[in-house]
């Protein structure tokens, strides 16, 4: 009875290679793994921050055209559409807990940056369609 050669036989299906494709994927990933935790456990600093809030509201105290208000007493609630000419920001719209004018107007010029005498004159009031 004949003994047929194993090793050769191996190598005619690649076992070899087989073999090795678990070690190497092994490496890769134990390498990515201690390389991605080196990036993201580095600090990160940044010197430029953002200041959008101070340069949008100094730009928007030039931009708006009119304020409307709708107010709902029985609710309690009023709906506040700013419309602007600014390029991007056509319309802001707010919601606000108060329906006394004076405070509401007060309000906003807290939020829009702006002085209450301007809020004045931008104000619109439309009455409570119910």
């Known amino acids: 009875m004949?003994?047929?050669p194993l090793f050769?036989?191996?190598?005619t299906l690649?076992?070899?290679f087989w073999l090795s494709l678990p070690?190497?994927?092994?490496?890769?990933w134990l390498g990515s793994s201690f390389i991605g935790e080196q990036i993201?456990?580095?600090g990160y600093d940044h010197k430029k921050y953002l200041q959008a809030d101070s340069q949008m509201a100094w730009q928007m105290k030039k931009k708006i055209m009119a304020i409307e208000v709708e107010t709902l007493p029985h609710k309690g609630i009023s709906f506040?559409?700013?419309?602007?000419?600014?390029?991007?920001?056509?319309?802001?719209?707010?919601?606000f807990a108060i329906v006394e004018?004076?405070?509401l107007e007060a309000k906003l010029a807290q939020e829009l940056g702006l002085s209450p005498e301007r809020v004045k004159a931008l104000i619109r009031y439309q009455?409570?369609?119910q």
Do not use: A, C
Request: no cysteine.
């Open 14 to 16: 690649g076992l070899v």
């Open 101 to 103: 004018p004076r405070k």
């Open 80 to 95: 506040v559409s700013v419309k602007t000419n600014h390029s991007t920001l056509k319309t802001m719209i707010f919601e």
């Open 2 to 4: 004949r003994q047929v």
């Open 23 to 28: 070690l190497i994927g092994l490496s890769f």
């Open 8 to 11: 050769p036989v191996l190598r």
């Open 40 to 42: 993201l456990s580095r």
């Open 127 to 129: 009455p409570d369609n």
